[in-house]
């Protein structure tokens, strides 16, 4: 079984910086691709960024160029730092692993206040 265990949400005034962090533990070899994904109040859960284990990233339009997503293999962790942070980036943040079958963190709440 995998863990998942995100860190790092809290509360930024829009034009901030937060930085999140998940760590994988458990019976693991190695997550093929880790990401995070967001969902806001009364919306869909929607793709952040995700990364495979080559650093291969994708990210969703809305976050191009303020969020950058980066991983350390050796620890099984995987980042997100969110730049330029706005209101409608407010949502709680879930950490995604996949291997075979898919892994969720608890989610950590992000709120930007404008």
């Known amino acids: 079984q995998v863990q998942l265990v995100e860190s790092g949400g809290g509360l930024v005034q829009a034009g901030g910086s937060l930085r999140l962090s998940c760590a994988a533990s458990?019976?693991?070899?190695?997550?093929?691709?880790m990401g995070w994904f967001r969902q806001a109040p009364g919306k869909q859960r929607e793709l952040v960024a995700v990364i495979t284990s080559g650093g291969d990233t994708n990210y969703a339009d809305s976050v191009k160029g303020r969020f950058t997503i980066s991983r350390d293999n050796a620890k099984n962790t995987v980042y997100l730092q969110m730049n330029s942070l706005k209101p409608e980036d407010t949502g709680v943040y879930y950490c995604?692993?996949?291997?075979?079958?898919?892994?969720w963190g608890q989610g950590t709440q992000v709120t930007v206040s404008s």
């Open positions: 995604y692993g996949s291997r075979i079958q898919n892994y």
């Open positions: 458990g019976s693991i070899v190695r997550l093929n691709v």
